[in-house]
Each structure stands twice: as structure tokens, then as C-alpha cells.
């Protein structure tokens, strides 16, 4: 159908017709005619690119004073920036483009073996993380990160991301001498990796494979095989790690994430732990 088609519809059909598109399609229709642009911003549009449960996540935001709108397009918007939720354990948003959820759970929304020991592990608060605490190893010889969250609460029929959002501190030991192993579950599937818990560097790692390469291939030969994943710098200022990733059907289950490393036996610190964020993959 061509634009002068469109502009020959009553403004209702032509609101339904855009609701079937996407948050930029609309957008663009908006500029094409003032027709056009009324119907793109109608209430009908913009409620069918909001989650299904909109109103319990705006319920349930901290700061629900920010969410003063007058249209459910201003709503959208402001739902595509991170709102704290879940008593500030959450951070929930929409991708600007497609409406797809993301969500970031906090450190303190993980289960983290023996975190609640400061001897291991030390709860603070630092100005760079967008919630009140995170956990940082002292020094531990197992690690274990793992975090739940239910299927519902993401987009269907959607392929997802975990990653481990993290910072490796400058006195940091013992972390990365042998991979950890990542996995994702849902249902009766399970996706599982290793991962470094380090940034590229190809130079360390020929003085590594010089001098301790023997030693490397031992303690390597007591995970699973993997593609050996290394961290990745973020736009906030954070680290990621890849921890898997799962296609989100329209069921409801339990998506479980987690990076381990209980096999080197040795004792590492110096890792600071902000959350997994679960996200859309491209």
C-alpha cells in the first residue's frame, strides 16, 4: 500500500496498521504527513510496543515519581532508559528500536557461595554501579555466581544474552589461571562455555604459553571443552563476560545462569561482581 493509500484511511485503521510495525517504524510514520503523525502517536500505537505488565513494572519502580506522562509514546520513552526496580535489586528497560525487555539483576539478587561470610567477600557501595551495593571477593577458592530469573518476565519469542557484569580490581590474583565454566538452562536445555576472567591480551598470553604452558594445559584439562570467552568493556564503564545465551519461547520458566570456577583449587580475589544482565542478542 502506498502512502497516498494510507493517507485515504480513517485514522483508527491507520493507528491498528502501525501497531504492527515497530517502535522506528512508527517513529518514522510520524514525520511522513500530520495524518500520519497523529495516528503514530496514538495511545493504541504506543500501549501494543509497551510490555503486557507495564503497569505492575511502573508500579514497582523506586523512583515512581519520574514516571509523569501524558501519552503512552512518553511512557514508552521513558521505559527505554534503566528504572530501578524490585526494591532496587533490578534495573529493568525497553531497546529504544524493537520494545524488546532487558533486565540487570543485582549482586544482591544472585546466589553467591559465601558471600555473607566477610572473611570472603566484602558488601560496599561505589559511585560507578547503578545499584547501592556490590560484592567483592577478598579471597575464596570456589567460586560460584549463579542468578534465576522467570522466562514471563522477557520478551517472547526473543534470543537472549547473559552476561556477568563485572571489575577486576587492581589487586586482583588467582583469577584467571584456569577457565571458568559458564552455563545457561532453560527447560531441558543448557548451553554452557569457559571464560577467562581477563581482557584480551595477546601478549600476556604468549608470555604465558612460553612459560607456563605445561602447567596451563593441566589445570585446563579439568574443565569442559569451550570457547574460552575473555571479558569485553562495556558503555557504562563495566566489564562483561558472556555466560550464555537461550531462545525465550512463550512459556514460563526458569532461566538459570551461572559462572563457576571450583576445579583450580586455588585461591583468588580481587573480583567485583555488579550483576548478570539478561538482554535481546542481535
Known sequence: MECSDMNKLPEGCVSVILSLTSPSDASKFSSVSTGFRSAAESDLV????LPSDYHEIVSKACNTMAFKFSSKKQLYFLLCDPILVADGKMSFRLERSTGKISYILSARELSITSSNDPMFWVWKSI???????????????LL???GKIRSKTLSPNTKYGAYLLLKISDHAYGLDLIPSETSVEIGNQTFTNTAYLRCQDSKRQQMENLFYSNRKQMLKSRVIEGDDKVMSKREDGWMEIELGEFFNGEGDEEVKMSLMEVKGHQLKGGLIIEGIEVRPKN
Open 144 to 146: 560460584e555466581i549463579q
Open 46 to 49: 504506543w500501549e501494543r510496543f
Open 127 to 141: 559511585p560507578e554501579s547503578r545499584f547501592s551495593e556490590v560484592a567483592e571477593l577478598r579471597s575464596i577458592s
